[in-house]
């Protein structure tokens, strides 16, 4: 259900008795470059048109006051007594808010009501997107002067601190930086970034969300990134320059790791070949050539489900269901795997039928229900005017 502004702003007056001031931030998707994010790769995500909305207004004393549409639920606490809740939800706000104070920033108590359209738990970020928006709001509501990229980096400490997820910055900086019509190259490095043109004549972007998410996420990615840890310290034992995979070539991986240990060699290979298909990826889109993007999204599912082995039985159910019909251009699981969505490129014509018939197939298989959201590319944070 799309977001009612006006809605919002009643709400908030009656809630509040004071008039708010809006924003809202996006939600993203990323196109292809999964699991090089922690490995100092490169990922190419892009906002979406789903948002979280947050409306605020000033205190006259050092209260917090929040209240969460989606739960029906508020909660209260003093600025200066900052501490993460059970509840879940206000954290993310409170983690920023506590992100500022360290920092420095002066600001008051205030008033808090978040609302939004970002699907939860399906793999499109809406934690960070409930982290930028609060960013947002507050430097607009006190005048902070915080740049773009600060807050991308105060919404990411805040997901590390208050919600304990040690997250990648890619999420927060597509929330913030997102372009309509465009994805971003991100250098997860050095945060150097472009933009590259996401022109989709024809073609819709939808994505599958499986409603799973198996537990083995959290244990499975832990183990990838000190397989990835390992394999980066074997490299560097003959090429001292190395610091991560992003440093590595895949002839370093066969010198240096193959002989070793089988596991921890395909695990690197993933992430070095999956850099070379992101900087592939963009040239293609730059050459408005979907159908070679596409191609190369397969190609990442594979290497996912079968060398990164993050995939599950319902993604790859997916992805192979849409291979066998010539209207779906490219596929793959997104997110760190196990469950969430699958990204199509479908054509337009296309969309209502693969949807209708993949949510039987899929729910003849699985006995679940598939959820299917056809988004399009947006703008970043930005106030709601």
């Known amino acids: 259900m799309k977001v009612d502004v006006e809605d919002l702003k009643k709400s908030f007056q009656a809630l ?24 100092n790769g490169f990922v190419m995500p892009a906002a979406i048109d789903k948002a979280i909305y947050i409306g605020v207004s000033k205190r006259e004393d050092e209260e917090v006051h929040l209240f969460a549409k989606d739960y029906g639920q508020s909660h209260q606490v003093n600025l200066h007594e900052l501490k993460v809740t059970e509840k879940g939800w206000p954290n993310y706000i409170l983690g920023v808010t506590d992100q500022l104070l360290k920092r420095g920033y002066q600001i008051s108590g205030f008033n808090l009501y978040i609302d939004g359209d970002v699907p939860l738990g399906a793999g499109l970020s809406s934690s960070a997107a409930v982290e930028c928006a609060t960013a947002y709001a507050l430097d607009q509501l006190f005048s902070l002067s915080i740049s773009k990229l600060d807050t991308a980096l105060i919404a990411q400490k805040a997901e590390h601190v208050f919600a304990g997820v040690s997250c990648g910055i890619m999420d927060q900086f597509a929330s913030v930086f997102g372009k309509k019509d465009h994805a971003i190259l991100l250098d997860c490095r050095s945060l150097e970034y472009h933009y590259v043109p996401l022109k989709l004549d024809g073609y819709k972007l939808v994505l599958l969300n499986t409603n799973v998410k198996h537990s083995l996420a959290d244990s499975a990615y832990n183990e990838r990134r000190a397989q990835c840890e390992q394999g980066v310290a074997w490299i560097k034992e003959q ?62 599912h594979d290497g996912l489900s079968n060398k990164y082995k993050v995939s ?59 959820d299917a959201y056809i988004v399009t590319t947006a703008s970043g944070t930005s106030q709601v005017v």
């Open 16 to 39: 509040y008795h004071a008039t708010p001031l809006l924003v809202k931030s996006p939600g993203r998707i990323n196109i292809i470059g999964e699991h090089t994010d922690y490995n």
């Open 239 to 300: 090429h001292p320059q190395v610091n991560s995979l992003r440093d590595a070539d895949l002839e370093m991986l066969d010198q240096c790791i193959r002989e070793k240990d089988a596991d921890v060699y395909e695990k690197c290979k993933f992430v070095v070949s999956e850099n070379i298909r992101l900087i592939q990826a963009a040239e293609y889109l730059k050459d408005g050539n979907l159908a070679a993007l596409g191609k190369l999204m397969f190609e990442t």
């Open 312 to 370: 599950c039985k319902e993604l790859d159910f997916l992805v192979e269901k849409v291979k066998q019909t010539d209207t779906v251009l490219g596929a793959r699981m997104m997110g760190g795997g196990f469950g969430g969505c699958t990204i199509n490129i479908v054509k337009n014509e296309a969309v209502d039928d693969l949807i209708t018939s993949i949510t039987a197939s899929y729910s003849k298989e699985f006995e679940l229900n598939l």
